[in-house]
């Protein structure tokens, strides 16, 4: 791609004649909000201080200097100088390599074949998957898909929930209460209700606590009946998890868990101790984090069990020595943000300097009617049923506009899912945002659906054209209508990098909508398929914007339907 931002500062800095260099000059170029104020501004201020004129009288007079080849025109405007790019040249270049390099279009070497670790998704066993791991596992995802892009090597670990004393209570009550029918039947559901069960019952029957305490500690000996019902749990558990990741089309890497990092605790304790980090407070071993202002990290409890945190050492070791890694990401969510602080704190304590290169990637809570989801006010929303509503409104959708669609179940499938999964990724991943199905399945306004609708259209558009694959040719375009949408094609390879800088997948959503808002505006006012001089250019232009959109879904983890 060229940089044609360089050329403009390239332009400018002949003219100035070395009162400022050409890297500054650089940084201070705009890009105007407005298409009418040109495709890059210079503010004239920058040379006011060398050249002791106003701004005004600057812009003015170097702009008789500048050289005008390859700009359509070069005008001061007030203490600016704006410079509009020569459209058949631009065009001509951004479509001929949108189509040679197809959906290789964008890619960078940022990472350097780097591994990046991303913790994600990590829902606990025995309980169902909140919206919140929902959200952990596409931002997750689309992360992972924007680092690859840019040729990082991520490794997707879903660091499951699957160690912790509330297995020895799930255990007490399956003993008591449980059949294995009914668990096989609907696991998680059923689990969850011993769960609660034995809370509602030892409030009156304290002695069930010991039995779990007992159980629990069967498990952590390595105790034969007490070793296979977590097994089972686990992998019942994780079935269920399954469906719901192979409905979103995700995979991961890893499924070590919790558990994974028992006989790794020993030697965190052990560091701990050597580097005379570990204090005791009313029994129990704690690291003293005061000097970072924050509360201290429990390490070993008084009966001597190990915590989360104690676990997440092991793992932040586990995964610098096994990928080497250069950063190490954890999506979850911001309420475990002081946790994530004080897991830094106490490698950077055991004088581990690559504790800076461990990113928590926090988000913020999905409500419903603006109140938080939660388990004891009845709003819960069950995953499973959120695609499927999703999937059948779709195929409601579907019926009234394309009844005659082939594939129509896949599509409903793809359109359903795509919906929840692009809803949740345009919104900046710190913000809160209320999930309501209605809106996220709209065919119009800021949606998945949207998106996809305009790829579906530009397919359609080259369907009729009757062309399959274009080669390199001469694609000259100076249609004013076709500029916005010609320059968001040019913009896709910065705003990846931008995305990926950020761990901020809305970027790419945003950026989706916007092409495919410019897309059917162009479409809206343009005779495409017209015979004339330009019409290549302009089959290529909705060829490009085919690839671009459908790249940017799948960065997002959505799959981008030739029809609908
Ligand atoms: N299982 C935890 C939860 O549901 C999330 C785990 C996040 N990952 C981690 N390495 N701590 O809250």
């Not at 101790?273 to 000097?291: H, R």
């Not at 040719?473 to 896709?492: K, P």
Request: hydrophobic share 40%.
């Amino acid at each position: 791609m060229i940089d044609y931002k360089q050329k403009v500062a390239t332009a400018i800095s002949v003219a100035v004649d070395g009162s400022l260099n050409e890297k500054d000059i650089f940084y201070k170029i705009e890009v105007p909000k407005a298409l009418n104020l040109g495709d890059y501004a210079f503010p004239a201020f920058a040379l006011a201080k060398y050249l002791h004129k106003a701004p005004q009288i600057i812009a003015t007079e170097l702009v008789e200097k500048i050289d005008k080849k390859g700009f359509e025109k070069v005008e001061a405007v007030g203490p600016y100088i704006n410079f509009f790019l020569d459209k058949k040249d631009y065009s001509n270049n951004i479509l001929n390599e949108v189509l040679n390099e197809q959906d290789n279009f964008g890619s960078q070497d940022l990472g350097k074949s780097n591994n990046v670790p991303i913790d994600m998704s990590s829902p606990n066993i025995a309980k169902p998957m909140s919206m919140g791991h929902l959200r952990s596992t596409v931002i997750g995802n689309a992360i992972a898909n924007l680092l690859a892009k840019t040729n990082y090597v991520p490794v997707k670990i879903n660091h499951l929930g699957d160690w912790g004393t509330q297995f020895g209570k799930l255990m007490c009550a399956y003993k008591m209460w449980g059949s294995e029918e009914e668990v096989k039947k609907d696991p998680i559901a059923t689990l969850l209700k011993y769960y609660v069960r034995f809370h509602e019952e030892d409030v009156d029957k304290p002695e069930l606590d010991d039995d779990a305490r007992e159980w629990f500690k069967r498990l952590e000996d390595g105790d034969k009946e007490a070793t296979q019902l977590w097994k089972w749990f686990r992998s019942e558990s994780l079935k269920e998890f399954i469906q719901i990741y192979d409905e979103l089309g995700i995979k991961f890497d890893s499924y070590n868990g919790e558990a994974f990092y028992n006989d790794k605790m020993d030697e965190i304790v052990e560091l701990l101790e050597q580097k005379n980090l570990l204090k005791e407070s009313n029994g129990a071993q704690i690291v003293d984090l005061s000097k970072y202002d924050l509360n201290p990290a429990l390490i070993k409890r008084s009966d001597g069990a190990t915590l989360y945190i104690t676990r997440d050492l092991a793992a932040a070791l586990y995964r610098k020595r096994t990928y080497n890694f250069t950063q190490s990401l954890y999506v979850v969510g911001n309420e475990q943000t002081n946790h994530f602080k004080q897991l830094k704190a106490v490698l950077k304590e055991m004088g581990y300097d690559w504790s800076d290169d461990i990113h928590h990637i926090p988000f913020g809570l999905i409500t419903s009617g603006g109140k938080k989801l939660s388990t004891r006010a009845g709003r819960v929303i069950l995953l499973q049923d959120v695609l499927n509503d999703a999937i059948s409104l779709a195929s409601k959708q579907i019926d009234e506009k394309n009844p005659s669609l082939a594939n129509k179940k896949q599509v409903a499938h793809d359109v359903g899912v795509g919906a929840v999964v692009f809803h949740d990724l345009k919104n900046e991943r710190l913000n809160n945002f209320d999930f309501d199905l209605e809106e996220v399945v709209r065919f119009e306004g800021e949606t998945g659906p949207y998106v996809q609708y305009a790829h579906a259209r530009a397919m359609s558009i080259l369907r009729k054209a009757g062309v399959s694959e274009l080669g390199t040719a001469s694609y000259e375009l100076d249609d004013n209508q076709a500029w916005e949408t010609l320059r968001l094609l040019g913009d896709f390879p910065n705003t990846i990098e931008r995305a990926v800088v950020e761990y901020e997948p809305s970027v790419i959503a945003k950026y989706a909508i916007h092409l495919a808002k410019a897309f059917n505006k162009y479409y809206a006012h343009s005779k495409i398929l017209k015979a004339d001089k330009q019409k290549a250019a302009r089959i290529a232009l909705v060829a490009s914007v085919a690839v671009v959109l459908k790249e940017a879904l799948r960065l997002l983890g959505v799959a981008a339907p030739d029809e609908m």
